[in-house]
């Protein structure tokens, strides 16, 4: 079930908080975006995942679409979809017509949807890159370093708007040399949600067999 989260979150580990000096420039710019985030009561967001590696001659593109509210998410991808309330976790699995079920536990997860937008926060250093361009829109790059140096992840590169300071992407650089890119392709703040927006609802898949973990 954790390499669900590999597709979509940082596949990393939270460690004690930052302790070196920091870049005020990034800090200020990571501040207002996570704030931007925070503010709202959830979003829906479709992405494309680029997986690469130069020397294993890799290029895979999936898409795939995620909606979060608070600590909540459900995230569909490659014919599997993950739906978390808070508590309990649904890991749907379509070619096995399949649903593990599992506690939630943030302390043993890697770092989920939920957490993206804070990452920068707990264990990492944060530098200011460069302005770019993405989509014709001015952006800024700014790259994460987590402290961990077992970390199987070096750099993390995250594209922020100059305009809304919203997020259009993000790079993770990994040591066995591959490297994911997530781009966001549409953004919705505050869709629609119920009840049954972050629970798994069994009626709906036809014959699933259901496997509990916990």
Same mark, same amino acid.
């Given at each position: 079930?954790?390499?669900?989260?590999?597709?979509?979150?940082?596949? @990393?580990?939270?460690t004690?908080?930052?302790?070196a000096q *920091?870049?005020?420039?990034?800090?200020k710019?990571?501040? *207002?975006?996570?704030? /931007?985030?925070?503010?709202? &009561?959830?979003?829906?967001?479709? #992405?494309? *995942?680029?997986?690469e590696?130069?020397?294993?001659?890799?290029?895979?593109?999936?898409?795939?679409?995620?909606?979060?509210?608070?600590? &909540?998410?459900r995230?569909?991808?490659?014919?599997?979809?993950v739906?978390?309330?808070?508590q309990?976790? %649904?890991?749907?699995?379509?070619? $096995?017509? $399949?649903v593990?079920i599992?506690? #939630?536990?943030p302390?043993?997860q890697?770092?989920?949807p939920?957490? +993206?937008?804070?990452?920068?926060?707990?264990?990492?250093?944060?530098?200011? @890159?460069? $302005?770019? &361009?993405?989509?014709?829109?001015?952006?800024?790059?700014? $790259?994460l370093?987590?402290?961990? &140096?077992?970390?199987?992840v #070096?750099?993390?590169r995250l594209?922020?708007?100059?305009a809304?300071?919203? @997020?259009?992407? %993000?790079?993770? #650089?990994?040591?066995?040399?591959? =490297?994911?890119?997530?781009?966001? =392709?549409?953004?919705?703040?505050?869709?629609?949600?119920?009840?049954?927006t972050?629970?798994?609802?069994?009626?709906k898949?036809?014959?699933v /067999? @259901? +496997?509990?973990? =916990?």
């Amino acid at each position: 079930m954790k390499k669900v989260f590999a597709l979509l979150a940082f596949s @990393v580990t939270l460690t004690h908080a930052a302790s070196a000096q *920091q870049d005020p420039k990034a800090g200020k710019i990571l501040d *207002q975006m996570s704030a /931007k985030y925070q503010a709202l &009561k959830g979003f829906k967001a479709n #992405f494309t *995942q680029t997986l690469e590696n130069d020397a294993a001659k890799v290029k895979e593109n999936l898409s795939g679409d995620i909606t979060v509210s608070g600590q &909540k998410f459900r995230l569909k991808l490659n014919g599997q979809e993950v739906i978390n309330n808070g508590q309990t976790m %649904w890991t749907y699995m379509k070619a $096995e017509n $399949e649903v593990n079920i599992s506690d #939630f536990d943030p302390e043993e997860q890697d770092v989920s949807p939920t957490q +993206i937008f804070t990452l920068y926060k707990k264990g990492y250093k944060y530098a200011y @890159v460069q $302005e770019t &361009k993405e989509a014709g829109e001015a952006c800024d790059i700014i $790259e994460l370093s987590p402290e961990n &140096k077992d970390n199987p992840v #070096f750099k993390v590169r995250l594209t922020v708007s100059k305009a809304d300071k919203s @997020v259009k992407s %993000w790079k993770m #650089f990994k040591k066995n040399g591959n =490297r994911y890119t997530y781009t966001i =392709r549409k953004f919705q703040p505050n869709p629609p949600l119920d009840a049954t927006t972050f629970n798994f609802d069994k009626t709906k898949y036809k014959g699933v /067999k @259901v +496997i509990d973990l =916990r």
